[in-house]
């Protein structure tokens, strides 16, 4: 059986009201991969760099087939009308390096990088604020780094772009709907190397 391996922030893990795509994705692919995750949100990039070995270190990295990973909605964050958490040029740079470490811990892995889903603007605190038109920003630019590197992007944001309010459990995360919809597109990235 094929093992996944899935790195990702609240929009994956599940947050208040939210189960997290990563869930629906085990489920989904219960008869074909086993589907391994961090048992917590691994935030922005430079978090997942820090705590990437210690996660892996849980499992059989050497027999990982594929690696599903994002980051990007918490290097975006804008706290108290300060610039976002991460500048973009740190943001690709940690991204570089993530990736590199992923390369090292998981050699036989495929890896898959998930572009940040947009939020609804109107329904956030000013004082803990996401703008769309960053996330689109950095999403390009990561989009780019990855091809660079031969990464498959998996575009999340194309996805979620399409879902109405009734699949949001808040401004930023999604219901059970929701969920199990980003679910299926990232299986849909998935299978095309377990098939």
Known sequence: MKKIFLIGDSIRFGAANSPGYGVYVKEKLQHKAEVYAPDENCRFAQYTLRNLYDWAMQFDTQSIDVVHWN???????????????????VYLSFLERVYKKIRLIFPKAKIIFALSTPVVEKWANPDFMR?????????????????????????????????????RADWVHYNEKGSELLADAVVRAIQVFID
């Open 71 to 89: 980051n990007g909605l918490w290097d975006v964050l804008r706290l108290h009308g300060d610039e976002p958490l991460t500048p973009l040029n």
């Open 131 to 167: 703008y769309n038109r960053e996330i689109r920003h950095y999403n390009r630019e990561a989009e780019k780094l990855m091809d660079s590197l031969g990464v498959q992007v998996n575009d999340l944001y194309s996805v979620a772009e399409k879902f109405d309010e009734s699949m």
